[in-house]
């Protein structure tokens, strides 16, 4: 479970996030959607420690994210928006390095890298070195590290980005089941369809504020809006920054 | 510490695999100074050998003048020649290494006794020209000294009147030490190979890290920053060293493809040399890696932190370079500095002198001093957020 309570982020006299609050539960997927430049990002490097909010607070099942950052990190699994790989690693190296780092033995590791491997889809390129992967085996393999020590908070900024349709699909069932592993999945998006077609509760952020918090059901309800883009537009004031 | 040995076995690895990294800090970076020395060393000393060797060649205008003279030049093993029309001009255009001329009043004054002249044409900024022209000096010198004892000795006088003192050299200099002067930049040949050892890493696991957008999600994982940064500054030391080891021993080989007995010098590198250099590099080499690396992350990108770091090594350019031609003594103190602590512990392993073990301990331990201190601030800046972050 993740808990943010109204976060403040400023970079000199850009506000970022200004008072961002949000619950993302256990078992469900939860959705940061807002336009590009809302506050997404520097909200989720918030979370996972990366950034320190100038106020406010972040816990991850219960833990203080300011007072005990490596206590948070080591029960977050974190997608970032840079997913740089090493290059002259393959795969299975790149995953076993970020294991290592989170202290597990040799064999969970391997083990561990062997079903991620197979759940994602990546014995064909796992042996390979980095260099040359498409993008969609490069989030693959980026997923598949962040993911090596098992943990109960999954968080993931703009997981399809530049992915084609058919690894959009692969990556929806992937985080389909993550939730029906009971974990507490938190993605961030600007596309509404995908927010649309996973989501259990939706954020929409817009200027650094949380605009809505709610079902996709009661979204729709709330603002009158018999389809979500709609409800979307209605909420952020303007449909600059999203993406159908 | 853990942690510490994944990143620097990670990192280690992954350098190896960059051919060019490799090409670059093991192989041209060590290799190049010492094939260069060979090269020039050789071509140089078996140039001069060769022409010490060979009889001289003399052009002499007026040779009809001093026949007496030129048949004892002839015996000396001198051939002589034909002088060219304007012999001032010859030198000067390189045609001729030296020209004798000998002047129409000579024969008069030789047979009165007098003191005859001849003249040497020659081009002091020319080392051909210079080195002929004291070979023909010497020679001179030599019949003069010879032909003035016999006429003292004629006139029943001993030779000895002429030369009220005699010197005689007691040289000091070893041949190890002599080559102390060929060998000079050898220190700073040293010195450059850390930093050019350091520099591919340095900027690869820093400004490179982030460029491929691979330090963000490095950083989430749950090891405090300063252990990974000990890792990434473990591989940088480790890389510089590597290219010292290999330089020391490019150059332990290269001093015996060197002819450079012949010219009564040494260069002797054992394993006392290669162990004493290793122990005053290796903090030197931590301290480089890691104002590099401090350098390196700064910038903002790539090509930012190479331009950088190249300017970098720079910085021990003059110190270096100066204490390699300046003449000085050494003082306790100066080895306390780091790199020039370093210069004087090489120089003076080149000479084939004794470093004092306080010598030694005062190199390694300042110098350590310094690289931690470098070590902390680095890690302090490492921990910055900005850092983390690929714009």
Redesign the interface.
């Given at each position: 479970m993740i808990e943010v309570s109204d976060l403040h982020k400023q970079f000199g006299s850009v506000v970022a996030v200004d008072g961002v609050s949000f619950r993302a539960k256990d078992g469900i997927i939860t959705g940061l959607l807002g336009p590009n430049g809302a506050g997404k990002t520097t909200t989720l490097?918030c979370l996972?420690?990366?950034?320190?909010p100038d106020r406010g607070g972040v816990r991850v099942d219960g833990i203080d994210a300011i007072a005990d950052p490596?206590?948070v990190?080591?029960r977050?699994g974190?997608?970032?928006?840079?997913?740089?790989?090493?290059?002259?690693?393959t795969a299975r190296?790149n995953i076993a390095?970020?294991g290592?780092?989170?202290?597990l033995d040799e064999a969970t590791i391997a083990t561990r890298s062997a079903a991620t491997i197979a759940a994602l889809g990546m014995a064909e390129f796992a042996d390979r070195r980095a260099e040359g992967f498409s993008q969609g085996q490069r989030v693959k393999t980026?997923i598949a590290?962040?993911l090596i020590h098992d943990p109960t908070n999954v968080i993931l900024d703009e997981p399809t980005n530049g992915l084609d349709v058919m690894a959009t699909r692969a990556m929806r069932d992937f985080l389909r089941n993550l939730r029906a592993d009971g974990r507490c999945v938190l993605f961030s998006s600007h596309i509404m369809q995908e927010v649309a077609a996973l989501c259990d509760r939706i954020v929409v952020i817009a200027h650094g504020r949380v605009v809505a918090d709610e079902s996709p059901d009661a979204l729709r309800e709330q603002t009158g809006e018999a389809n979500l883009e709609d409800a979307f537009v209605r909420l952020i004031g303007t449909d600059e920054g999203l993406a159908a | 510490m853990r942690s510490i040995v994944t990143v620097f076995a990670k990192e280690l690895k992954d350098s190896l695999r960059d051919r060019r990294t490799v090409i670059n800090t093991l192989v041209t970076g060590p290799l190049l100074a010492p094939l260069l020395f060979v090269l020039l060393i050789n071509t140089v000393v078996t140039r001069e050998l060769e022409k010490g060797e060979k009889p001289m060649v003399l052009p002499v205008a007026g040779a009809q003048y001093a026949p007496n003279l030129v048949a004892a030049l002839h015996q000396a093993d001198v051939k002589i020649e034909p002088a060219p029309a304007d012999p001032e001009r010859a030198v000067r255009e390189q045609d001729a290494d030296v020209v004798l001329r000998i002047t129409p009043h000579f024969a008069d004054a030789w047979n009165k006794g007098q003191t005859a002249q001849v003249e040497v044409i020659y081009d002091e900024s020319q080392s051909d020209s210079r080195s002929a022209a004291r070979r023909l000096h010497a020679l001179l010198d030599g019949l003069s000294a010879r032909t003035g004892a016999l006429r003292l000795v004629a006139r029943g006088l001993s030779p000895s009147l002429q030369q009220p003192i005699v010197v005689a050299e007691r040289d000091q200099s070893t041949p190890q030490s002599r080559s102390g002067v060929l060998f000079a930049m050898l220190p700073y040949f040293f010195i450059i190979g850390a930093f050019i050892g350091g520099m591919a890493i340095a900027i690869d696991t820093t400004a490179g890290e982030r460029e491929r957008q691979s330090l963000e999600p490095l950083l989430v994982n749950p090891v405090p920053r300063w252990k990974i940064l000990a890792g990434k500054l473990a591989t940088t030391t480790a890389f510089a060293l590597a290219t010292v080891l290999l330089s020391v021993l490019a150059f332990a080989v290269v001093g015996h493809l060197m002819p450079t007995d012949r010219i009564g010098m040494t260069l002797d590198i054992g394993v006392t040399f290669v162990v004493r250099t290793l122990v005053v590099m290796l903090p030197l080499a931590a301290l480089i890696a890691s104002v590099q690396t401090l350098v390196a992350a700064f910038a903002k990108s790539y090509r930012e932190a190479q331009t950088y770091v190249s300017l970098l090594m720079l910085v021990p350019i003059v110190p270096v370079l100066l204490l390699s031609f300046l003449p000085y003594k050494a003082q306790l103190w100066m080895y306390a500095v780091p790199l020039m602590g370093q210069q004087v512990v090489i120089a003076r392993l080149v000479r084939g002198d004794a470093v004092p073990a306080v010598a030694l301990a005062a190199c390694f331990v300042c110098t350590a001093l310094v690289a931690i201190v470098a070590c902390v601030v680095t890690a302090r800046i490492y921990r910055s957020e900005r850092l983390a972050i690929s714009a």
């Open positions: 490097r996972y420690t990366l950034m320190r490596g206590a990190r080591r977050l974190v997608l970032p928006d840079a997913r740089g790989l090493y290059k002259r690693l190296e390095y970020f290592r780092l989170h202290g980026a590290r962040a | -």
